[in-house]
């Protein structure tokens, strides 16, 4: 079972769940089993559900029309936008961060 | 297996009911199809408390912090009482009759007002909320004095607090004044006698009840915070500059 880092953006429940439904509407069990494989890290039922709770509120996600017990979730356009501007300001720190860290 | 699906179906029952609603069916489907490890349980405990306390009014949560408060205090006070004058002590055993207490009523009322928009009587009955959670310890305390689980020692202001090693399972009242009380003698033909001390512990009656006889106060320092909430509201809808320039106008000129 991956550990759940303490620290960084890969502990933040709701970056991981947007970053799995980018690419593609997910029911709950997928997005677990979507975010173990890509982050290494293994999110608890109770937790993921909270941030989808959150994330439903904020209209990031929203839920789809499911017939079974599990519902998938799909990505807004608002959701789509926060992510994209997320994951580029974490790619600009992580670039001044990786440069600063590089031998003159 | 059977354990399994009412364990899940117990821990569904803590999240809030328009929570379970919306997301019981996924997070159950999600529960019963792996094992129910320490790590899991305390996970879903930790969300539901959290989605509780999303949901919970100002009144639970300000009325909960006041019992979790109340409950430290009276177990510290067994454990290790502090000597007469100090000040966590003091404010504990007569918090109903404090400055801040009264603020902390009409403060919950205010919020209360803001958050709903509702009658006085709301703010009111929130401020009762309050009292009666954070009374719930001393009522517990009344009763164990009552079944005689719980001793008291009266305090005066020149005594020195006993150990935990010492007295037990007994609380420490801190009390200056003299009062008259009824105490048991050997005398076979008087079993009563009424004396004047300093050492008389409160009856175990007064404990339990004096919480429940400040519900009334309580109410109305609330709805005063409501009063408070609904002038606020008034003032905001009305800007005050544009109000009162027209009407100062005619002295003007």
Redesign the interface.
């Known amino acids: 079972m991956a550990r759940k880092p303490k620290t960084g953006p890969a502990s933040d429940p709701e970056l991981l769940i947007l970053s799995s439904l980018a690419s593609g509407p997910k029911h709950g069990y997928a997005i677990m089993g979507d975010i173990e494989t890509f982050a290494g890290v293994t999110l608890g039922p109770g937790t993921l559900y909270t941030a989808i709770t959150r994330l439903v509120e904020k209209k990031l996600i929203a839920p789809q029309v499911s017939s079974g017990r599990q519902r998938p979730y799909k990505l807004t356009a608002e959701g789509e936008t926060g992510l994209t501007e997320q994951l580029n300001d974490m790619r600009r720190v992580a670039a001044v961060g990786l440069r600063r860290l590089r031998p003159a | 297996m059977k354990t399994h699906h009412w364990m899940v179906t117990a821990l569904l029952r803590l999240y809030p009911t328009a ?1 379970r609603r ?2 019981g ?7 019963l ?1 792996r094992p129910l490890t320490a ?2 349980v ?7 408390l ?2 509780r306390l999303r949901v919970a009014e100002p009144s639970t949560l300000v009325g909960l912090a006041m019992l979790l408060v109340m409950l430290n205090g009276f177990v510290w006070n067994i454990v290790a009482p502090s000597p007469y004058g100090g000040e966590a002590s003091m404010l504990l055993q007569n918090l109903w009759g404090s400055n801040l207490y009264v603020l902390l009523l009409v403060g919950c009322g205010l919020w209360t007002h803001l958050r709903h928009r509702g009658k006085l009587d709301q703010s009111g009955l929130a401020a009762v909320k309050i009292s009666f959670l954070a009374g719930i310890p001393l009522m517990l305390a009344g009763i164990l004095m009552w079944l005689g689980i719980l001793g008291v020692i009266v305090l005066g202001p020149r005594d020195t607090p006993t150990t935990f090693h010492e007295h037990g399972f007994t609380y420490t009242y801190y009390d200056a004044q003299i009062r008259s009380c009824w105490i048991r003698v050997s005398e076979p033909t008087i079993q009563l006698q009424a004396i004047q001390s300093t050492t008389c512990p409160p009856a175990p009656l007064g404990v339990m009840l004096s919480p429940l006889s400040r519900l009334p106060a309580s109410w109305l320092w609330g709805a005063l915070g409501g009063l408070l909430g609904r002038w606020i509201g008034r003032s905001r809808r009305r800007p005050l500059v544009t109000s009162w320039i027209p009407r100062l106008l005619p002295y003007w000129r």
């Not at chain 2, 069916?25 to 529960?31: A, N, Y």
């Not at chain 2, 305390?42 to 539901?48: F, I, K, M, N, Q």
């Open positions: 929570w919306e997301y069916p996924e997070l159950t489907g999600m529960l199809v790590g899991i305390g996970d879903v405990l930790r969300s539901a959290w989605q």
